[in-house]
């Protein structure tokens, strides 16, 4: 168990829909890193928060956007679904802002976009 | 454009019969790579960080090496229990984004 959590752990919705996926880091960890995994795709890193302020961005779709609270929990929000979309959604948490920390995965949420 | 490349993809040998898997990266200067593992449908776990050629680490049955363009990670007499899928990623200086490879899948036979 690596401390981070992720709800939900399976999502099916339909194309066009929008849905809010949630991560709690490890405690003490104050960065957040969202990962889509598709089969296809691999491992792709989508967007950085570090104590609530964006710290990085890669290949995110302007349909999806994130967030980090104050109390460090993160949302990551996709609208207007494609089928496309359908993947494992991972968050992970670091030490600081991740400059050379490893990162630690949570369970990941599976979403199906049908 | 930092990239990572992986091999074998895939990788099946017997209980007790120890191998390599490669890692090969080119980055704008290396912050750190990264060596994860991760089985069907969870997570990946962390495994090493490797921050300038010439360091190894090690835990248990594994160990990383790392040079100036490609990382081993070395599996000594694996059992069952290893096989998962084994990501190596890279952070470079220039970025804070981390790059995965497409993985190294290993079975263990018993």
């Known amino acids: 168990d690596s401390g981070v959590t992720q709800t939900p752990k399976h999502l099916i919705t339909a194309t066009g829909q929008r849905v809010t996926l949630r991560c709690s880091p490890r405690s003490g960890d104050l960065s957040v890193y969202w990962y889509q995994q598709s089969l296809d795709q691999g491992l792709q890193f989508l967007i950085q928060?570090?104590?609530?302020?964006?710290?990085a961005k890669g290949n995110i779709l302007e349909r999806f956007s994130a967030q980090q609270f104050p109390d460090l929990h993160s949302e990551l929000n996709l609208s207007s679904l494609e089928l496309g979309d359908s993947a494992l959604y991972f968050c992970?948490?670091?030490?600081?802002?991740?400059?050379?920390?490893?990162?630690?995965f949570g369970p990941g949420t599976r979403l199906t976009v049908l | 454009e930092d990239q990572v490349t992986q091999s074998p993809e895939a990788l099946r040998l017997q209980e007790g019969e120890s191998s390599s898997l490669n890692c090969s990266y080119t980055v704008s200067g290396l912050r750190g790579l990264f060596w994860y593992r991760q089985d069907p449908g969870k997570g990946p776990e962390f495994l090493f960080t490797?921050?300038?050629a010439g360091e190894e680490k090690e835990k248990e049955r594994l160990k990383a090496t790392l040079t100036k363009k490609e990382s081993f990670l070395h599996i000594t007499a694996p059992k069952p229990e290893d096989s998962a899928t084994y990501l190596c990623a890279v952070q470079g200086n220039y970025g804070q984004n981390f790059v995965f490879g497409p993985g190294t899948r290993l079975s263990v036979l018993p």
């Open positions: 928060y570090y104590n609530g302020e964006e710290r």
């Open positions: 490797l921050y300038s």
């Open positions: 992970a948490s670091s030490v600081g802002q991740g400059q050379g920390a490893g990162q630690f």
